[in-house]
């Protein structure tokens, strides 16, 4: 069974950072591109960023591109989601999510962590 | 950024009742590649976000064959017939044919 399992949300200042992990099992971590998606409260998804198999090749959108860093040891089948520069609109709940390749595209999450939550604020 | 428009946001629903959800993209969504790069979810009350339909059509494992998607270039839908109680909360399309990924704003599915 598929396992994903995030850990280092909490409460952070404005302009502050924050590392979040998630840890893999059930299934060949390394052989699939691995995602964050995150929730503001009350609000839909958003596309946080995406990292291929080796890490290699990382993808963000404008919003957080240059604050946060995607990466991952496949050693350790877990995924990891660096936040500088924390803004208070970085609040919401930040999922992992697994992107299978074998449904024909490498970016569609097929599974999803519980989430983590984050909230910026002083 | 490609912006995904779905419709209606509220859907009330009977149960065992047809519904119907729209997403259309400002652009389209084929890919260089020929595919098209159109997914469904649904997010449960309190839950993570579960896959529905993939690339359009293709029901995810587990799917139940009440869930159907289809459609083509900027145009799809979501169908769900026999609406049972699980089936309700919300539903999002997400397109992954272009940087950066986006979601729709979500249908939610209640009870009538």
């Known amino acids: 069974e598929v396992q994903l399992v995030e850990s280092g949300g909490g409460l952070v200042q404005p302009g502050r950072s924050l590392k979040l992990s998630c840890a893999a099992s059930?299934?060949?971590?390394?052989?699939?591109?691995m995602a964050w998606v995150r929730q503001a409260p009350k609000k839909g998804l958003e596309w946080v960023a995406t990292?291929?198999?080796?890490?290699?090749?990382?993808y963000y959108p404008d919003s957080v591109k240059g604050r946060f860093t995607i990466s991952r040891d496949n050693a350790k089948s877990s995924l990891y989601l660096q936040m500088n520069s924390l803004k208070s609109e970085d609040t919401a709940t930040y999922y992992c999510?697994?992107?299978?390749?074998?449904?024909?595209?490498?970016?569609?999450?097929?599974?999803w962590g519980q989430g983590a939550s984050v909230t910026v604020s002083s | 950024d490609v912006l995904m428009t779905q419709t209606p946001v509220s859907l009330p629903v009977s149960l065992g009742g047809q519904v119907s959800i729209s997403c259309r993209s400002s652009?389209?969504?084929?890919?260089?590649?020929?595919?098209?790069?159109l997914h469904w979810y649904l997010q449960k009350p309190g839950q993570s976000p579960q896959l529905l339909i993939y690339?359009?059509?293709n029901r995810f494992s587990g799917v139940p064959d009440r869930f159907s998607g289809s459609g083509s270039g900027t145009d799809f839908t979501l169908k769900i017939s026999r609406v049972e109680p699980e089936d309700l909360g919300v539903y999002y399309c997400?397109?992954?044919?272009?940087?950066?990924?986006?979601f729709g704003s979500g249908t939610k599915l209640e009870i009538k």
């Open positions: 997400l397109q992954s044919t272009h940087f950066p990924l986006t």
């Open positions: 059930g299934f060949t971590f390394s052989n699939y591109y």
């Open positions: 652009q389209s969504l084929v890919h260089s590649d020929g595919n098209t790069y």
């Open positions: 999510a697994s992107s299978n390749w074998e449904l024909g595209d490498y970016y569609v999450m097929d599974a």
């Open positions: 690339r359009v059509s």
């Open positions: 990292i291929s198999t080796s890490g290699s090749r990382t």
